[in-house]
Nanobody, 127 residues
Framework: QVQLVESGGGLVQAGGSRRLSCAAS????????MGWFRQAPGKEREFVAAISWSGGSTSYKNSVKGRFAISRDNAKNTVYLQMNSLKPEDTAIYYCAQDCVTGRPSPTDYSVNYCYWGQGTQVTVSS
């Protein structure tokens, strides 16, 4: 059983920073691409960022480019999302997800390609 546990959410003022962590267990972490998604109240879940299994390729939602950075530490079975210059519209529950297949050469932004999900961590940005 694959388990993903997010942490690092909380309340932050606009313009501030926050780093989210996702700890994985249950199968070979380093073989899978990882992604971050978010869902705001009354909105659909949306793609935020993804990173390839090797860490060599990343992908971002346009509105977070230049502000957010995804990274991974395969030795620790952990993926991170560094969030800078936060805006109130970034307020959402953030979810970590693991790709369904191993060795995908490029990160994917399609939620259907992620088979394992964490329970989410709340990020609230105040103005």
């Amino acid at each position: 059983q694959v388990q993903l546990v997010e942490s690092g959410g909380g309340l932050v003022q606009a313009g501030g920073s926050r780093r989210l962590s996702c700890a994985a267990s249950g199968r070979t972490f380093s073989s899978y691409a990882m992604g971050w998604f978010r869902q705001a109240p009354g909105k659909e879940r949306e793609f935020v960022a993804a990173i390839s299994w090797s860490g060599g390729s990343t992908s971002y939602k346009n509105s977070v480019k230049g502000r957010f950075a995804i990274s991974r530490d395969n030795a620790k079975n952990t993926v991170y999302l560094q969030m800078n210059s936060l805006k109130p519209e970034d307020t959402a529950i953030y979810y970590c997800a693991q790709d369904c297949v191993t060795g995908r050469p490029s990160p994917t932004d399609y939620s259907v390609n992620y088979c394992y999900w964490g329970q989410g961590t709340q990020v609230t940005v105040s103005s």
